[in-house]
C-alpha cells in the first residue's frame, strides 16, 4: 500500500465536523483522497476544510463541503445526482454521523424523540445509500462504511432508540452488502466501542475520557476499509477487541 492510497478517490464522510468522522476526513485527507463532507453547519464545515487544507499543503484544494440535515431526506436524495454530475463516481462512503437520543424507559421516551434517532441513524443511512449507489457501482472498487455500537446488542436498559438504530444499522449493511456480492462494491460496518467523542462523554458523564480510545486512533480502520485490497463484505469490525464477524 502506498502512502496515499487514496490518490485520485472520491470519499464522502458524513459527521465530518467532529469526533470519529472529522478523524477519518482527515486521514482520508493525508491518504490523497479528494473529499465531499457532510454537516448540520457550515461554519463548522468550514474549520475542518481549513484543517484538510492544511493537511494537503500548498496548492491544497480542500473539500466539497455539503450543509447537510440528515433529518431532511430529500436533501439526501439529491446528493447522488448531484455529485455524479460534478464527479461522474464515489469511491468511498464513511456513514458517521449519529445521535444518541434520550437514555429513557422504552414507555417514557416521546414519538418526536423516537423518530428524531431513527431519522438521523437508521433512515438517513439508507436514504444515502440509496442515493449513492450508482455512484459506489462506477468505482473500480466501491467502499460503504456505516458504523454500529455495541448497544445493538438489545441488553442495555434505556438505550431502546439507539439500540434499535444501530441493530438496524447492522442489518442494512449486511443486506447491502448481500445485494452487491457480484459487484466491486464492498460494504463493511464498524463497531468503535468506547471513544472519546462528545457522544460519549453524553452517555458517561462520569467517565473519565482521557481512559479511551481517541477518534484519531480508529481512523485508521477507515483507511483500511477504504483500500482496494479490502476483501471482506458484510461484516462488522469490533475495533476493541479487533475481532471481525
Not at 465531499?36 to 481549513?50: K, W
Not at 462504511?145 to 447492522?170: D, H, Q, R
Not at 447491502?176 to 458523564?205: C, D, H, L, S
Amino acid at each position: 500500500m502506498t502512502s496515499r492510497p487514496l490518490a485520485g478517490k472520491i470519499a464522502l464522510v458524513t459527521g465530518a465536523t467532529r469526533g470519529i468522522g472529522r478523524a477519518v476526513a482527515i486521514a482520508y485527507a493525508q491518504a490523497g483522497a479528494h473529499l465531499v463532507l457532510t454537516g448540520r453547519t457550515s461554519g463548522a464545515l468550514e474549520e475542518i476544510d481549513d484543517e484538510i487544507r492544511t493537511v494537503q499543503g500548498k496548492g491544497g484544494e480542500g473539500a466539497t463541503l455539503v450543509t447537510l440535515n440528515l433529518k431532511h431526506g430529500e436533501k439526501i436524495d439529491g446528493l447522488g445526482p448531484t455529485l455524479y454530475q460534478r464527479f461522474g463516481k464515489l469511491d468511498v462512503v464513511a456513514a458517521c454521523a449519529g445521535i444518541l437520543g434520550p437514555l429513557t424507559p422504552l414507555g417514557h421516551c416521546t414519538a418526536d424523540a423516537w423518530n428524531d434517532v431513527m431519522a438521523i441513524n437508521l433512515t438517513a443511512n439508507w436514504r444515502l445509500l440509496r442515493t449513492l449507489d450508482p455512484l459506489l457501482q462506477r468505482s473500480e472498487a466501491g467502499r460503504a462504511i456505516l458504523v454500529t455500537s455495541g448497544a445493538a446488542s438489545g441488553k442495555n436498559a434505556y438505550w431502546g432508540p439507539y439500540a434499535v438504530s444501530k441493530a438496524g444499522i447492522e442489518t442494512l449493511g449486511k443486506t447491502y452488502a448481500a445485494e452487491n456480492q457480484t459487484t466491486k462494491v464492498k460494504v463493511n460496518i464498524v463497531n468503535p466501542g468506547p471513544i472519546r467523542t462528545r457522544m460519549r462523554a453524553q452517555a458517561f458523564p462520569g467517565e473519565d475520557p482521557m481512559t479511551l480510545k481517541t477518534p484519531e486512533d480508529i481512523a485508521p480502520l477507515f483507511l483500511k476499509l477504504a483500500s482496494v485490497d479490502v476483501d471482506t463484505s458484510g461484516a462488522i469490525y469490533d475495533f476493541k477487541t479487533g475481532a471481525v464477524r
